[in-house]
């Protein structure tokens, strides 16, 4: 090439194809995905849908109304089969009040997941929040009909704790979420970073490692605060025990030094009331000493007036004849022995 010649100026597309692909791998695997994401809107030549797409942003509108919703993967050959009799059954869904959805499960794992597919395709039908799984022929007439007979009142409602507004659908979901997340980061690595297919599968490990020792060590210590090891247990009992008997001791020493102050107070009174007794015996005594010499006088008065009155007496009788002859004979025995 020559050097005066001019080097061609890049044209419009490949400008805009360059963008493009500079967003797509900024964004990684959401843009691709919200790329593929199918719209309602067709192309300028293309009829309008009238199937309502759900996600899990506005999944909610189900719980109002009739409802009837298909789940489908683009790759399923028998979703493909079905789609133009559901692309039939919508536009006939004006006349039988109902409204007409799909899900696409490889864009919202979650949503799948809370209304538990297993199968593909798997259709519902909602009436104000009450489900019913719809297992009947995929025609447009079968569909129709299943609504216009009221067919969905012979069949039996989800159980409530499968229903996907229960709290089990809830965590059901966000398990399914988390897996969709972890399939878009291993297609980041693999396809946007180009890393082989096992080093993707080894950061996984090495990161489920490191996740579970953190939830571990997060579980052990709160296993350690609520339930204490035996050790700690141990000496935790025994200090409790030695803080018990020491209060036992306490209110031992309490109880006896309340008895000592009444048994003190017990001998005081003794003592005071036997002072006082040792004092009204001394009085009586002396009353009673009193008493009894004021009786000796007046005995010793007595006696000594009888006595007065016997000498008295004797004195004014006369001698007796027994007397006399008594004193007679002591005369006569006393002059014999003289003259002897």
């Not at 849908?49 to 506005?58: E, T």
């Not at 919703?69 to 683009?74: E, I």
């Not at 309340?258 to 048994?263: G, I």
């Not at 005995?299 to 007595?302: E, L, M, N």
């Given at each position: 090439?020559?050097?005066?010649a001019?080097?061609p100026r890049?044209?419009?597309?490949a400008?805009?194809?360059?963008?493009?692909?500079?967003?797509?791998?900024?964004?990684?695997?959401?843009?691709?995905?919200a790329?593929?994401?199918?719209?309602?809107v067709?192309?300028?030549g293309?009829?309008r849908?009238?199937?309502?797409?759900?996600?899990?942003?506005?999944w909610?509108l189900?719980?109002?109304?009739q409802?009837m919703?298909?789940?489908?993967?683009?790759w399923?050959?028998?979703?493909?089969?079905i789609e133009?009799?559901?692309?039939?059954?919508a536009?006939?869904?004006?006349?039988?009040?109902?409204?007409v959805?799909?899900v696409?499960?490889?864009?919202e794992?979650g949503?799948?997941?809370r209304f538990?597919?297993?199968?593909?395709?798997?259709?519902?039908?909602?009436?104000?929040?009450?489900?019913?799984r719809?297992?009947g022929s995929?025609?447009s007439?079968?569909?129709q009909g299943?609504?216009?007979?009221?067919?969905w009142e012979?069949?039996?409602p989800?159980?409530?704790?499968?229903?996907?507004?229960?709290?089990?659908?809830?965590?059901?979901?966000?398990l399914?979420h988390?897996?969709?997340c972890?399939?878009q980061?291993?297609s980041?690595?693999t396809?946007?970073?180009?890393i082989?297919?096992?080093?993707?599968y080894?950061?996984?490990?090495?990161?489920?490692?490191?996740?579970?020792?953190?939830?571990g060590l997060?579980?052990?210590l709160?296993?350690?605060?609520?339930c204490p090891?035996?050790?700690?247990?141990r000496?935790?009992a025994a200090?409790?025990?030695?803080?018990?008997?020491n209060a036992e001791?306490?209110?031992v020493?309490?109880?006896?030094e309340?008895?000592?102050?009444?048994?003190n107070?017990?001998?005081?009174?003794?003592?005071?009331?036997?002072d006082?007794?040792d004092?009204e015996d001394g009085?009586?005594?002396s009353?009673e000493?009193?008493?009894?010499?004021?009786?000796?006088?007046e005995?010793?008065?007595?006696d000594e007036?009888?006595?007065?009155?016997?000498?008295?007496?004797?004195?004014?009788?006369?001698p007796s004849?027994?007397?006399t002859?008594s004193s007679?004979?002591?005369r006569?025995?006393?002059v014999a022995?003289n003259?002897?």
């Open positions: 090439m020559a050097a005066g001019r080097q890049p044209s419009a597309a400008v805009t194809a360059l963008l493009a692909a500079g967003l797509v791998l900024a964004l990684g695997p959401a843009a691709s995905a790329a593929s994401r199918p719209s309602e067709g192309s300028p293309e009829p849908s009238r199937v309502r797409v759900l996600s899990a942003a506005n909610s189900v719980l109002q109304g409802w919703v298909q789940f489908y993967a683009p399923c050959p028998a979703c493909q089969q133009a009799a559901w692309e039939n059954f536009k006939e869904s004006e006349h039988l009040d109902t409204t959805g799909k696409d499960v490889t864009q794992p949503l799948s997941g538990f597919v297993t199968t593909l395709p798997t259709i519902y039908h909602a009436k104000d929040g009450v489900f019913r719809y297992r995929r025609t007439e079968d569909l299943y609504v216009l007979e009221r067919k012979a069949v039996e989800v159980a409530g704790w499968k229903s996907p507004s229960s709290l089990m659908m809830h965590g059901m979901a966000g399914f988390l897996s969709g972890i399939r980061i291993h980041y690595f396809g946007t970073l180009g082989h297919v096992w080093g993707s080894a950061i996984f490990i090495l990161a489920t490692l490191l996740i579970g020792l953190i939830l997060i579980l052990v709160l296993a350690d605060c609520l090891s035996k050790a700690r247990y000496e935790e200090v409790e025990w030695i803080e018990k008997e001791l306490t209110a020493e309490e109880v006896e309340a008895e000592e102050l009444s048994a107070e017990l001998e005081e009174a003794a003592e005071e009331k036997k006082i007794s004092g009085a009586r005594s009353e000493a009193n008493s009894s010499e004021d009786g000796s006088e005995d010793s008065a007595v007036g009888s006595g007065t009155e016997e000498t008295e007496d004797i004195c004014e009788q006369p004849d027994s007397e002859q007679v004979r002591q006569k025995s006393q022995d003259g002897l």
